[in-house]
């Protein structure tokens, strides 16, 4: 079997408010669709995070040069080879000519790694009819869920955090996950003690800074944050300290400390675990790496004694930590408001039930694109 063809397709669409979160806002869901086509009539599907996806989209249709006649089944060597592309490798032959792929847009060749690695994943599944989840090694195929959100929202003032969070338990959700960072300490414990009040005592609360703070101000916050009994305090720090001083977070906190959603590979993650104390990994698949990198950074988590907790994307990721030995839950987006793209892009995907991720038996990553969605929705 041979690659023949790779195809990106940018997707945006329009939220109804911007959400702010600790360090950044937003007022459009986006994603990236990736096609990997071959030669015996099989095509992988990825779904990526939609940021650079301009950049991402061209250099997927470049990267054709590369890997078009390899084999799908050898994720390794595909993973290399574009890989390779971000070293000062002498080989020529295996680098693309386009000044796109330069040392600025490292971040966007991950990106677009991912997309080829996942797709060569649900190609994978396909050829052996089995489910991702199954062809790791899984043993089940229902995964705890938390729902994100208490986000800050510009269509409500007043936060509305009650209302959501009862929604969620409607939902069946036993774990909810809130913003931090974006207000004072004092508007924040406000915010953190409403949806501890409204969730009750047994439900998991975790908490994302999204990088809004400097050691000391991530201290003040989880000192005054900790009689809500947080599950988890997730990327606390500024982007400029987020190792070592993160290291010096955990030492001073009882309370996990979660991060990785924001790392380009494994050798990152490797200093998360080493020098910044995390006890729950979150690297996300979908935004660099792709499944190849996710189970090196889940094979070293586990030897040190690290979670896998899941980043966006639950029908790919569920898969991934079904079948990791410390995979232990999946980050969705139930509320269509907030993600349009998962409720209405897809015609067959996992289903999120009683607060729980259920992957189907369909091989590969198990989804289908609605295309008329990606048609109407497509940038540029």
Same mark, same amino acid.
Request: aromatic share 10%.
């Given at each position: ?47 990526l ?6 950049i ?35 080989d ?16 966007q ?6 997309? #080829?690695? +996942? ?7 396909? &050829?052996? @009819?089995?489910?991702?989840w199954?062809? /790791? %090694? *899984? ?41 931090v ?73 009882? #309370?996990? +400390? ?7 590979? &494994?050798? @990152? ?5 080493? /020098? %910044? *104390? ?53 980050e969705t ?48």
């Amino acid at each position: 079997m041979k690659i023949t063809a790779l195809r990106a397709h940018p997707v945006s669409v329009k939220l109804p408010a911007t959400f702010w979160v600790g360090n950044s806002s937003f007022d459009t869901a986006s994603v990236v669709v990736v096609e990997v086509e071959t030669d015996q009539g099989l095509t992988g599907l990825a779904t990526l995070h939609g940021r650079g996806m301009k950049i991402v989209c061209q250099m997927v249709d470049e990267l054709q040069a590369l890997i078009v006649g390899m084999d799908p089944l050898a994720h390794e060597a595909i993973w290399a080879r574009v890989f390779d592309i971000t070293t000062a490798s002498p080989d020529p032959a295996h680098k693309p000519k386009s000044a796109l792929f330069h040392a600025d847009n490292r971040a966007q060749v991950m990106t677009a790694l991912a997309g #080829i690695d +996942i797709g060569v994943w649900d190609i994978k599944g396909k &050829a052996f @009819n089995l489910p991702v989840w199954r062809l /790791l %090694g *899984g043993d089940t195929r229902v995964l705890p869920a938390y729902v994100t959100g208490g986000y800050y929202r510009s269509d409500k003032p007043d936060g509305g955090l009650r209302e959501e969070m009862q929604s969620y338990l409607e939902l069946g959700y036993t774990g909810m996950k809130i913003k931090v960072g974006a207000a004072s300490l004092a508007d924040d414990i406000k915010r953190v003690a409403e949806v501890r009040a409204t969730i009750g005592p047994d439900c998991q609360m975790m908490l994302d800074g999204n990088g809004a703070w400097s050691l000391n101000e991530a201290i003040a916050a989880i000192d005054a944050f900790t009689e809500f009994k947080p599950t988890w305090f997730e990327e606390p720090l500024h982007w400029y300290d987020s190792y070592r001083a993160l290291g010096k977070l955990a030492g001073h906190t009882s #309370i996990p +400390i979660a991060s990785g959603e924001s790392e380009l590979h &494994a050798w @990152n993650c490797r200093d998360l675990v080493d /020098l %910044g *104390g995390v006890r729950i990994m979150q690297f996300d698949a979908c935004r660099s790496g792709g499944v190849t990198e996710w189970l090196r950074v889940a094979a070293y988590c586990h030897l040190h004694g690290v979670r896998m907790s899941t980043h966006h994307e639950p029908h790919i990721h569920g898969h991934l930590a079904a079948a990791a030995p410390n995979g232990w839950n999946v980050e969705t987006f139930p509320n269509a408001e907030r993600d349009p793209i998962f409720a209405n892009m897809y015609t067959n995907r996992a289903q999120i039930t009683g607060g729980k991720l259920l992957l189907n038996d369909e091989p590969g990553f198990g989804f289908t694109i609605d295309w008329d969605f990606v048609a109407k929705y497509k940038v540029g």
